[in-house]
């Protein structure tokens, strides 16, 4: 099993930044691959960023492309995601979540996702 902890949300005022990490612990080998995902109520949790753990490769949705950026930190098994620019629709509950190794593609998903953290709320005043 893999535990996931998120951290770091809270509130912020439009086009300020906020940093989210995620630490994890457990069978950590066993996982390859790490994302965020957001979700607001009565919507479906959508696809933010997710980084390969060995390769370094990035995907970002396009709402936030630009502005974000995920990094990880293998020593310690944390990934972070840098919000910069942020604003009201970006307000969400943002999950991390990770899996094994896959294609590229799946990396989008949610349910190609094994793991996740309980959640942290972003909240974005305008």
């Known amino acids: 099993q893999v535990q996931l902890v998120e951290s770091g949300g809270g509130l912020v005022q439009a086009g300020g930044s906020l940093r989210v990490s995620c630490a994890a612990s457990g069978r950590t080998f066993s996982i390859t691959d790490m994302g965020w995902f957001r979700q607001t109520p009565g919507k479906e949790r959508d696809f933010v960023a997710a980084?390969?753990?060995?390769?370094?490769?990035?995907n970002y949705a396009d709402s936030v492309k630009g502005r974000f950026t995920i990094s990880r930190d293998n020593a310690k098994d944390t990934v972070h995601l840098q919000m910069n620019s942020l604003n009201p629709e970006d307000t969400a509950v943002y999950y991390c979540?990770?899996?094994?190794?896959?294609?590229?593609?799946?990396?989008?998903?949610?349910?190609?996702?094994?793991?996740w953290g309980q959640g942290t709320q972003v909240t974005v005043s305008s």
């Open positions: 979540a990770a899996k094994g190794a896959g294609d590229y593609w799946r990396l989008k998903i949610a349910s190609e996702y094994t793991y």
């Open positions: 980084i390969t753990w060995n390769g370094g490769y990035t």
